[in-house]
């Protein structure tokens, strides 16, 4: 793998870890108020979608684990890990300020693993990766590496989406922001792939199922 197709790689990927970590802290944080309230917690539906194994004993595990357990690869503190161990290998591409807002959210995050009222700690993280996501904004000069990262964070919002049955002009608005920033980078797509993910875009009638719509957005780069 030659240099530039490594650091675009790695520039998507801190995209999409940051929005993974971004939505799986909203979704634990509704979550938590359930089971604070005394609800029925359905986990075991996220972690259907999700394709997370569900070896949790009970609601409060799940909450716990699915945030800070680093022995588990699904965990939104390894995410964090990896969002943020991208960004170091890309600190002269992205800044150090840039930088500094990634260390701070998973900072956040192991903060929160030790609260005995996280709220605070993870309203933090998502208040960092939005200060990083403007920083990008302004300490990131090439139009093309800034859309690389949006690139990311919008195929795992698509993900998402997708896996929850997010109502058609959500789904279209986030498919519509994806192929614009697509056409302002330099990254190779999968043509089946590019071909449904646009159809599916821009006809309002005959749409292929959104099982395929979730497998095209996941292989539509080459990187």
């Known amino acids: 793998m030659d240099f530039a197709l490594s650091k675009n790689n790695r520039l998507f990927w801190m995209g999409r870890y940051s929005e993974r970590v971004y939505q799986g802290v909203l979704a634990v944080?509704?979550?938590?108020?359930?089971?604070?309230?005394?609800?029925?917690?359905?986990?075991?539906?996220?972690?259907?979608?999700?394709?997370?194994?569900?070896?949790?004993?009970?609601?409060?595990?799940?909450?716990?684990?699915?945030?800070?357990?680093?022995?588990?690869?699904?965990?939104?503190?390894?995410?964090?890990?990896?969002?943020?161990?991208?960004?170091m290998v890309l600190r002269e591409t992205i800044s150090s300020t840039t930088l500094s807002y990634l260390q701070m959210a998973v900072t956040a995050l192991e903060i929160a693993s030790t609260s005995a009222a996280s709220g605070v700690e993870l309203q933090l993280v998502l208040d960092d990766i939005m200060a990083f996501r403007g920083s990008c904004y302004e300490y990131v000069a090439d139009e093309a590496t800034r859309n690389i990262i949006k690139c990311g964070v919008s195929v795992e919002r698509l993900s998402i989406q997708l896996r929850f049955d997010e109502q058609e002009e959500k789904v279209d608005k986030e498919l519509h922001k994806l192929l614009n920033r697509l056409y302002k980078t330099h990254l190779s797509c999968r043509a089946p792939s590019l071909d449904l993910v646009t159809s599916y875009a821009f006809q309002k009638e005959d749409r292929p199922d959104r099982a395929t719509l979730l497998q095209s957005v996941e292989s539509l780069f080459q990187l």
Request: proline fraction near 2%; charged fraction near 25%; glycine fraction near 8%.
């Open 29 to 87: 944080r509704d979550l938590q108020d359930q089971n604070l309230d005394g609800g029925n917690v359905d986990y075991q539906d996220l972690c259907r979608r999700l394709g997370i194994t569900q070896d949790f004993s009970d609601a409060s595990d799940f909450l716990n684990r699915y945030l800070f357990d680093r022995s588990l690869p699904d965990s939104l503190i390894c995410a964090a890990d990896a969002m943020l161990g991208n960004g």
